[in-house]
T-cell receptor
Framework: GENVEQHPSTLSVQEGDSAVIKCTYSDSASNYFPWYKQELGKRPQLIIDIRSNVGEKKDQRIAVTLNKTAKHFSLHITETQPEDSAVYFCAAPPPGNNDMRFGAGTRLTVKP | DADVTQTPRNRITKTGKRIMLECSQTKGHDRMYWYRQDPGLGLRLIYYSFDVKDINKGEISDGYSVSRQAQAKFSLSLESAIPNQTALYFC??????????FGPGTRLTVT
């Protein structure tokens, strides 16, 4: 089955700096890679996703890059703000794409 | 996202008790999921369902059962609760583009 590993588990940056979170996956057939943000006490919500036919996708200050050969994908947040502080989860579907396997999460803290 | 709701939001129960967590959705999605969240372990899949007649085990189904009463309703049961089932439980739906929509979560404590 699919195995998703996420690093780092915690990340602390100064406001305005960039943050990068990386995930690796095991199943080369996986073709959809979302990132979810979970604020304290709230539900996870999709912030960006990428499909295997593209290498990079941007949405304002966030971007996701995908390296299918190396089986890893990364979340990049530029010009971080205190409201970016949250837990971020990557995910990938196992064979058949019927469910989703999540990474263990990265707790990002942006210091003002 | 009020389209996916869960009841109760918080529950404290004793070891050995049966408990049911309920999930309802108004998104019209066929696929529904139950996850458990523990600190440092992310979201782990318990069960998922494609429609009323289709139920599938996830990574950690032992000690849990589910019922898909209708397209809009998917319930999770703990037949005999134990303390290590203390966790935050999320229900979710999935659209045809793979995006998942989570409910607000149920915080369950088993004493």
């Amino acid at each position: 089955g699919e195995n998703v590993e996420q690093h780092p588990s915690t990340l602390s940056v100064q406001e305005g700096d960039s943050a990068v979170i990386k995930c690796t996956y095991s199943d080369s057939a996986s073709n959809y890679f979302p990132w979810y943000k979970q604020e304290l006490g709230k539900r996870p919500q999709l912030i960006i996703d990428i499909r295997s036919n593209v290498g990079e996708k941007k949405d304002q200050r966030i971007a996701v890059t995908l390296n299918k050969t190396a089986k890893h994908f990364s979340l990049h947040i530029t010009e971080t703000q205190p409201e970016d502080s949250a837990v971020y989860f990557c995910a990938a579907p196992p064979p058949g794409n019927n469910d989703m396997r999540f990474g263990a999460g990265t707790r990002l803290t942006v210091k003002p | 996202d009020a389209d996916v709701t869960q009841t109760p939001r918080n529950r404290i129960t004793k070891t050995g008790k049966r408990i049911m967590l309920e999930c309802s959705q108004t998104k019209g999605h066929d696929r529904m999921y139950w996850y458990r969240q523990d600190p440092g372990l992310g979201l782990r899949l318990i069960y998922y369902s494609f429609d009323v007649k289709d139920i599938n085990k996830g990574e950690i189904s032992d000690g849990y059962s589910v019922s898909r009463q209708a397209q809009a309703k998917f319930s999770l049961s703990l037949e005999s609760a134990i303390p290590n089932q203390t966790a935050l439980y999320f229900c979710a739906t999935r659209d045809n583009n793979y995006e998942q929509y989570f409910g607000p979560g149920t915080r369950l404590t088993v004493t």
